[in-house]
């Protein structure tokens, strides 16, 4: 009769930890004297995986020898890690193989979320229409394969949070700044939220707080923006469970950038780039000029202008700051029902809200008709800014410079203004000045040797 082995102590004192949970799967494999423990839970690992990896070769080797040497011939194998990090692993979907007096730690990740999705926030016409994965190695994979460098780096990083959510920083350590780099380090080992669940939580803290408006890293979803920063020495932040990755450092005009300006013609993309910035100005100033222009200074204007504004706000009861504050919120609210309600019903309901908004309005006599010219323009330049964290910190922008300009007229926007814009000056990205002007080509940018 084949004498049974005991339990290794380790694997009694991970069942004590994990106890009462049902989720623990502590078995042995025993066939004509041989005999090996797994130890592993089951919701998280890939079963399939694991019964055609170690539990059926090892009914067929003919020794504990053979089948040591195969597990540890395997690809998927890993140095045993600490105690802490042992039990963090096995909630991951790792699994403990005893065999003998040897132990073996394999990676048999159950992941179902490894598919890769399709460019939603930041959409072109041409180049890439994929985008990354929420699962980390899937992501690490599309970067890899597109950027083939032996130069490319890939570390990985543990935060402080309580999900031990894993994270990993990607650099072309040629090209990197070595002290952007360990800035970046250190202000991720500085982590100190509970918890973080996307990359845009994360950015939040790399962007010294939550309350600060203009952030200074950029959170994508596009290969070809991530591969583009990388050749031009920056660091990208990948996260698990997140389908977006952070891009640092960044400068204010790298969020009028957009892609679709590499794919076309310099003409082309110089265009593109001057509707940006007008749309910019014009999303942020033209709602303040029109309170300054009809309170505060009409005399700007020119007279038959002047006259037809007047005219147009015939039997509105209220100043003009009310009147912009009350279109803007309403157009506020349309945004963020579109962006709220299903896809098939949101085009339908905000076109149909807009609508009957604007004319209801307008009839109402609660607002003028040059009003509703105004609310469309600004509505439809807030959506040319590429990057939507950039997009919304400009909407609330607006905002404040709306108080300024009802308290001050003209001088309270210009003040503003100007403020506004000293601020942006005295940012910077990882020591890189936020508002720096660089005057050359993609070709120096991206340190590319002319020839």
């Not at 790399?206 to 408006?213: D, H, S």
């Not at 794919?263 to 309170?291: A, T």
């Not at 814009?421 to 005295?426: A, E, K, Q, R």
Request: proline share 4%.
């Amino acid at each position: 009769m084949t004498e049974k082995k005991a339990t290794p102590s380790l694997f009694n004192e991970l069942s004590q930890e994990f106890e009462p949970s049902e989720d623990i799967v502590q078995t042995e494999l025993q066939i004509k004297g041989q005999s090996a423990f797994l130890f592993y839970l089951k919701t998280v690992s890939d079963g399939d995986k694991l019964q055609q990896t170690i539990i059926r070769p090892f009914f067929e080797m003919s020794s504990e020898e053979d089948f040591q040497s195969y597990v540890q011939s395997l690809p998927i194998k890993e140095s045993m890690p600490d105690k802490d990090d042992l039990l963090t692993k096995l909630t991951a979907g790792y699994v403990l193989i005893a065999v003998s007096d040897n132990m073996f730690f394999l990676d048999f990740r159950f992941v179902k979320y490894d598919e890769v999705q399709t460019t939603v926030i930041e959409p072109t016409i041409h180049g890439p229409q994929l985008a990354l994965s929420e699962d980390i190695e899937t992501t690490m994979n599309i970067i890899s394969q597109r950027y083939n460098n032996a130069s490319l780096k890939i570390e990985s990083m543990k935060l402080k949070d309580i999900a031990n959510r894993k994270i990993a920083l990607l650099y072309d350590v040629n090209r990197v700044d070595e002290e952007v780099l360990q800035r970046v380090k250190k202000r991720l080992e500085e982590f100190d939220s509970i918890l973080f669940q996307s990359a845009a939580d994360l950015q939040h803290f790399l962007n010294k707080g939550k309350f600060n408006l203009i952030p200074t890293t950029i959170v994508t979803e596009r290969p070809d923006r991530i591969i583009y920063n990388l050749v031009a020495g920056k660091v990208i932040i990948a996260i698990d469970g997140s389908p977006n990755v952070i891009v640092a450092p960044v400068v204010f005009f790298d969020f009028m950038i957009s892609m679709e300006d590499s794919y076309h013609v310099f003409g082309i993309s110089l265009y593109m780039n001057l509707l940006r910035y007008l749309g910019l100005f014009i999303c942020l100033l033209l709602p303040s000029l029109y309170i300054a222009m009809t309170s505060y200074s009409p005399d700007i204007l020119r007279v038959e202008l002047a006259l037809t504004v007047a005219g147009g706000r015939i039997g509105v009861p209220y100043p003009s700051f009310v009147e912009v504050l009350f279109m803007l919120f309403f157009l506020e609210l349309l945004i963020e029902a579109s962006m709220r309600l299903p896809k098939s019903i949101s085009g339908t309901a905000t076109t149909v809200g807009g609508l009957i908004l604007g004319s209801a309005a307008t009839e109402a006599a609660l607002t003028s008709t040059i009003m509703i010219i105004i609310t469309s323009a600004v509505a439809i330049s807030t959506f040319v800014i590429p990057l939507t964290e950039m997009s919304f910190a400009i909407r609330v922008s607006r905002v404040i410079l709306l108080i300024y300009t009802a308290l001050f007229g003209m001088v309270g926007l210009l003040v503003g203004f100007i403020g506004m814009i000293m601020i942006v000056v005295n940012k910077n990205s990882f020591g890189v000045p936020f508002l720096k002007i660089t005057w050359q080509g993609w070709k120096q940018e991206l340190k590319v040797e002319n020839k």
